[in-house]
């Protein structure tokens, strides 16, 4: 009989176990497998979670460096506390008691808005559907001339004598507007209404249809370039106005930036002077906006301050010649050798300056560089609808090289329609506007912009040294170099602008209210504001001696709006007034 060992008497044993408890014993060691391989995946997974997690604030700390190291440490803890207000305030402005008392005060105001804004004199009807049968061309344009004479809060009946209050003309034609109308002349209105006419239903859409359009659309193009000092190789588009040029430009940047940089998440310096298209694309493209403080007595952009805000993500800088505010031309050789050190874009901003900036040095005035003549300039957008006299809605947009153009385009190539490939923003575009500005161009010729270039930017500087000279209670800003005089109280509690602001209104003139740092009014002066010139300065000393003498305590319109605005917290009430103005536009 075979001697029983240990091995023989354990292997009799587990023949003996029952079958249930042999898979229990295999499953407790496959659990025990399965346990360790949970464990190491609950380690892998926590390595991940910190990875992610380390990830993640690395990511917004970075950002708030960056942030801080743009604006500084006591800067940054304001825009914190601007944020913090304005998201208390929206919270206060959503229980029941404010929103009804906010309500019954925009309400309110915009019942003065719509009754200005939307007149509806007995004479006109209203349309709020096609007629039924189409109506006779003689009625159409009787109801053109009552449309065109129209006031608003006046009931006006159609006169022949009256064809000067036709559509405001006898406002702008008076010569009391701040821009908006910058020639005026009939002869040149005639020229343009008759080539308008010749083009109407062109489209440079169909340059196979329109071959002419095209040829005006190419040569407006490289008659801005050859002004801005194009170097061979550059190029440029035509748009629908200075918004959708700066769009344009900005839309390039980000694009060129992800194609060469691998940018994506891009960030743009702008001057805070400068024009609120650049934060319309900011909003439009996914662009974050840096504003850098102008300096307080020179009102140019604080390049220093620009150099500080630059970082890895910075697609590009933004320069104007002029602003619109203060009429002031920035440093733009200083900020062509910052973008030129970074290797980044900068786009100057010629949308106001348009066919001034170019001419000041030939109309014996001083100027400033500001054009591609200084390396480091990548694109300039130009409006040919201001100073360069053309039919409303056109505008140039210009690039040192095709390349950064294509940035701009528009191209799909698998539609089921066709190949689909635009230059702008829109793909129908007016071939009318391009044969107008092209007539307007060949019309006025290098000596008429230098002329008219002599006449305005003479007056601005007229008025300028006027109101030093002749109104001690108030300042110019900076010191403006072409079309647009801005100025100020002299002191704190000399004068309140706004409420001369208000006065030079009651008296039929439409000036530009500003906020930012300093309250002020600007003028941009036109052909049309030459001969007032005297009535202007006359006006303004009487508005300084009213504001004066004859404060109540009662603001106006201007003066109520900018103090409004002025506030941290009010910025979200001003918003919906904004809102609520432009849905007046609309109401029939």
Known sequence: MAARTPAREAAAAKMAMPSSLLKRAALTASDETLLVSALK????FDNAKNTVFALVVYRYSTRLLRHVRAYGISESLYQLYCLVSAQVFALILKTPAAKRKVKRELDTAMAEVEAKIVPRPSHLGIHHQ????GKETEWIKTELAKLQIMEAGVDAKLVEADWENRDGQMVWKGGKVSGAVYHGG????DLLADTIKQFLVSNPLHPDVFPGVRKMEAE???MVLKMYNAPAGAVGATSSGGTESILLSCLAMREWARATKGIKEPELIVSVSAHAAFDKAGQYFGIKVHHIPVDTVTRKVQVARVARAINSNTIGLVGSAPNFPDGIIDDIPNLAKLAKRHKILLHVDCCLGSFLVPFLEKAGFESEPFDFRIDGVTSISCDTHKYGFGPKGLSTILYRSADLRRFQYYVKTDWPGGVYATPTLSGSRPGSLIAGTWAAMMKIGESGYTQSCRDIVGAAKE???????????????????????AFASAAPNSVSIYDVGDHMSSKGWHMNGLGGDTPA???????LTIPVLDQLITDLKAAVKHARSSFTGQKGSMATLYGLGSGVSATAIVGQLASRFVDTLYLV
């Open 186 to 189: 009939d002869d040149l209105s």
């Open 220 to 222: 407006v193009v490289s």
């Open 41 to 44: 995946m609950l380690a892998t």
């Open 463 to 485: 008025i300028s040294t006027r109101i030093e000279r002749e109104i001690p209670e108030l300042r110019v800003l900076g010191r403006p170099l072409v079309s647009v005089v």
């Open 130 to 133: 096609l007629p039924q049968l």
């Open 521 to 527: 009014i600007h003028i941009a002066v036109t052909r």
